[in-house]
């Protein structure tokens, strides 16, 4: 069993940065990988963000660029930095961890991109 509880989303102008905050309850680096997800309203949940097990990093086109993905090990904490935000980044998002095959998500955070 893996616990997440994710932090640090808010309402921010566009342009502005948010830096979210995944806690896990087992070792970062045991996961074979952590991610971020995002689910805006009436729409269905999209991947964001992914952290290999070995530290190799993915991003989606619409991230790319803006968006940087990073864990601190002695921390057990992944963490999603946000920059340069828009509107359309508006949604709940999800922290998701991969761990012996079986997936854990996380409760959400609300990020709010006003314009």
């Known amino acids: 069993q893996v616990q997440l509880v994710e932090s640090g989303g808010g309402l921010v102008q566009a342009g502005g940065s948010l830096r979210l905050s995944c806690a896990a309850s087992?070792?970062?680096?045991?996961?074979?990988?952590m991610g971020w997800y995002r689910q805006a309203p009436g729409k269905q949940r999209e991947w964001v963000a992914i952290?290999?097990?070995?530290?190799?990093?993915n991003y989606a086109d619409s991230v790319k660029g803006r968006f940087t993905i990073s864990r601190d090990n002695a921390k057990n904490t992944v963490y999603l930095q946000m920059n340069s935000l828009k509107p359309e980044d508006t949604a709940v998002y999800f922290c998701?961890?991969?761990?012996?095959?079986?997936?854990?998500w996380g409760q959400g955070t609300q990020v709010t991109v006003s314009s």
């Open positions: 087992r070792s970062v680096a045991s996961m074979n990988r």
């Open positions: 952290i290999i097990n070995g530290g190799s990093t």
């Open positions: 998701n961890a991969r761990y012996w095959g079986d997936d854990y």
